[in-house]
């Protein structure tokens, strides 16, 4: 079976840091784009950043320079790091398996960022 | 950045009624239009991928049209277990972006 299973996130302060981590499992990581998605309370989905097989990397411009993408193939493991967090960064994040679709998302991890 | 448009941005169906949702993208993005559903408290599922091909296991009464600028998501006889937010997304350039989505409830 085809999963995702996001972890990392909680409660931090503006200006902090936190690193979400998604474990897939049931399909060849490697071989596929990964994307994160976040969701902010009770708004529309956003496109946060997305890393290739190969490794490159894309983000969106609101998190440019302040968040960093990365995977590990040999533990099938997606990464964010996100580091200068804002209160509009608050939002459950989603990753997701990237065939130009999003065709399996995780159950999402919430970050909140508030004093 | 490609705006996606959806119409309506609520709509309140009776059972077995056919529901139609529109998504319009401020540029020509072909078939790169896809659609999700996402119920109360879950994670997106993929519906409908590259405009009208249907996802494994998907019921059959979701379907999708459209290409270039204009598609449409097509629930025949809706049921109870369809209300949903229902999201089109385009993967045809960077960076990817997401209609504000639709609310199908039951009336």
């Known amino acids: 079976e085809v999963q995702l299973v996001e972890s990392g996130g909680g409660l931090v302060q503006p200006g902090g840091s936190l690193r979400l981590s998604c474990a897939a499992s049931?399909?060849?990581?490697?071989?596929?784009?990964m994307s994160w998605v976040r969701q902010a309370p009770g708004k529309g989905l956003e496109w946060v950043s997305a890393?290739?097989?190969?490794?490159?990397?894309y983000y969106a411009d609101s998190v440019k320079g302040r968040f960093t993408v990365s995977r590990d193939n040999s533990k099938n493991t997606l990464y964010l790091q996100m580091n200068s967090l804002r209160a509009e960064d608050t939002a459950v994040y989603y990753c997701?398996?990237?065939?130009?679709?999003?065709?399996?998302w995780g159950q999402g991890t919430l970050v909140t960022v508030s004093s | 950045e490609i705006v996606l448009t959806q119409s309506p941005d609520f709509q309140s169906v009776t059972p077995k009624e056919k529901v139609t949702i529109t998504c319009r993208a401020s540029?020509?993005?072909?078939?790169?239009l896809h659609w999700y559903q996402q119920k109360p408290d879950q994670s997106p599922k993929v519906l409908i991928k590259?405009?009208?091909q249907s996802f494994s296991g998907v019921p059959s009464r979701f379907s999708g049209s459209g290409s270039g600028t204009d598609f449409a998501l097509t629930i025949n006889s809706l049921e109870a277990e369809d209300v949903a937010t229902y999201y089109c997304?385009?993967?045809?350039?960077?960076?990817?972006?997401f209609g504000q989505g639709t609310k199908v409830e039951i009336k």
């Open positions: 890393i290739t097989s190969g490794g490159n990397t």
């Open positions: 049931g399909f060849t990581f490697s071989s596929y784009a």
């Open positions: 997701a398996s990237d065939s130009s679709g999003y065709y399996c």
């Open positions: 590259h405009a009208s």
């Open positions: 997304h385009q993967s045809s350039s960077l960076p990817p972006t």
């Open positions: 540029q020509s993005i072909g078939s790169g």
